[in-house]
Nanobody
Framework: QVQLVESGGGLVQAGGSLRLSCAASGSIFSINVMGWYRQAPGKQRELVATISSAMRINYADSVKGRFTISRDNAKKTVDLQMNSLKPEDTAVYYC?????????????????WGQGTQVTVSS
């Protein structure tokens, strides 16, 4: 079984910064893409940023220049540094990982989600 555990959410004033962290654990053979998504009240979940095992990075236009995603393959972690936060960044942020496991020697690929962490930006 694979678990993603997030930390680092909270309340911050507009213009402030927060850092989110996510650690993957379990019977993991490899992790391809890791990323962060968010869901604001009444809205659909949306991509924030993703990073591949080869460190290819993709950002949503709304966070480019303000957020930085990073990853440690050895530790199986992904972080999201969020600067210049805006009230519209308020949402529950979810860690996501495309994970290959190998139960009984047979590889399988699944997408896993963390439990979510609340980020609230006050104006």
């Amino acid at each position: 079984q694979v678990q993603l555990v997030e930390s680092g959410g909270g309340l911050v004033q507009a213009g402030g910064s927060l850092r989110l962290s996510c650690a993957a654990s379990g019977s993991i053979f490899s992790i391809n893409v890791m990323g962060w998504y968010r869901q604001a009240p009444g809205k659909q979940r949306e991509l924030v940023a993703t990073i591949s095992s080869a460190m290819r990075i993709n950002y949503a236009d709304s966070v480019k220049g303000r957020f930085t995603i990073s990853r440690d393959n050895a530790k199986k972690t992904v972080d999201l540094q969020m600067n210049s936060l805006k009230p519209e960044d308020t949402a529950v942020y979810y860690c996501n990982a495309d994970v290959t496991t190998a139960p009984s020697g047979i590889r399988r690929q699944d997408v896993y989600w963390g439990q979510g962490t609340q980020v609230t930006v006050s104006s």
